[in-house]
């Protein structure tokens, strides 16, 4: 059994990890860690655990927190991570960090994400950022193996935008600069700590788009996918928070090189993932939505184009939370330990 230790274990992307985890047979959560509700069992925060997760929440100064583990998950905000996961790797400890701390390997990419949000451009473990791997195991699976100790979760809209545009962009079949990436996202994106921005009555029938001055997860989408086309990419991003509680649905347009019919890029999308378990590609005539995603480690893509414009259109839905959070995070455990990569993805989404 890999043993699991979750630090932020309160929060959504924790209990989330705590979800999945229950019902992975080769995985056993041993400690649950966090800075407030000290000694309450996370079953006591979330009721719908009670039978299946009782542990208590503990500090990080007690004798359970200190117990060995394999593996941490840390599900805690930007600059967490990056201070406490150099005591896990030394002492042997593999990491899987929710936050942008370790989705970059080297201080300069780290530097432009960090002022995107504010914080000390200077990356204070960045010694091990060439040792990261970005985790979108579609895209990195090779590298995402039991060799590795530390893996940079990926962004929940980077998850979205990249999964919609990989097959085009390693194809070569899109202009790199025509790109446009238009996202909308549940409320739960933003965390479970009031925000006055989130309270009920603010948020009931609200939508609203944010960050146009450069979202953060901008830097891993064009980094990813210049590496794929095998030349710069920048693109067009708009975030919106619409009025429902989890899921994400991307629209992506780009402008293709040549006249393409809708079919002949469906079928360029299946080959491509090809036996990828929790990708699905479906034609214009798909009628899905964001609720078949939720509570999956799935992403829709409804493949498109366009004619009259010879315009790729592509619709990705995921669940935030799950695909985009604690879904990738589980599955790179899987590859970390060698574990057929879809162990403890049994359920599929709840309906209606």
Do not use: W
């Not at 630090?7 to 966090?34: K, M, N, S």
């Not at 029938?205 to 979202?215: F, I, K, Q, S």
């Not at 079919?263 to 034609?283: S, W």
Request: proline share 5%; hydrophobic share 40%.
């Amino acid at each position: 059994m890999v043993k699991v230790k979750i630090i932020g274990a309160g929060g959504f992307g924790g209990v989330g990890a705590v979800e999945l985890l229950t019902r992975h047979p080769e995985a056993e959560i041993v400690c649950l860690q966090d800075i407030t509700d000290i000694g309450t069992p996370i079953s006591a925060l979330y009721p719908h655990l009670a039978g299946y997760c009782d542990l208590e929440i503990v500090d990080g100064e007690g004798q359970r927190a200190k117990e060995p583990v394999d593996v941490v998950f840390l599900a805690t905000p930007d600059g967490v991570g990056m201070k406490i996961a150099p005591q896990y790797i030394d002492a042997g400890v593999k990491v899987i960090d929710y936050s942008g701390d370790f989705r970059f390997d080297s201080q300069e990419d780290y530097a432009e994400y960090a002022g995107r949000i504010g914080r000390d451009k200077v990356h204070a473990s960045s010694a091990l950022l060439e040792q990261s791997v970005y985790g979108l195991t579609e895209l990195h699976r090779g590298d995402i193996n039991r060799d590795r100790m530390i893996v940079g979760n990926p962004g929940c809209f980077a998850v979205s935008c990249l999964l919609a545009l990989a097959p085009a962009a390693a194809k070569r079949l899109i202009e790199p600069r025509s790109i446009i990436c238009d996202c909308k996202t549940g409320v739960s994106g933003a965390g479970k700590k009031p925000n006055a921005a989130f309270h009920y009555p603010a948020r009931y029938e609200m939508m609203n788009a944010y960050r146009l001055t450069g979202h953060q997860h901008v830097c891993e989408i064009e980094r990813e996918l210049s590496l794929l086309a095998g030349q710069s990419v920048v693109i067009t991003f708009t975030a919106q928070v619409v009025p429902v509680c989890r899921g994400i649905m991307s629209s992506v347009y780009a402008d293709l090189k040549s006249p393409t019919k809708g079919e002949e890029l469906v079928d360029a999308y299946r080959e491509y993932y090809t036996d990828e378990p929790f990708v699905r590609v479906l034609d214009r005539k798909a009628v899905v939505g964001s609720m078949h995603v939720r509570g999956t480690n799935r992403c829709l893509l409804v493949v498109d184009v366009d004619e009259r414009v010879n315009r790729l259109r592509v619709i990705s839905y995921i669940d935030n939370l799950v695909k985009g959070q604690a879904g990738s995070a589980v599955q790179n455990m899987n590859r970390l330990f060698g574990l057929e990569e879809s162990t403890g993805f049994t359920a599929p989404s709840q309906y209606p």
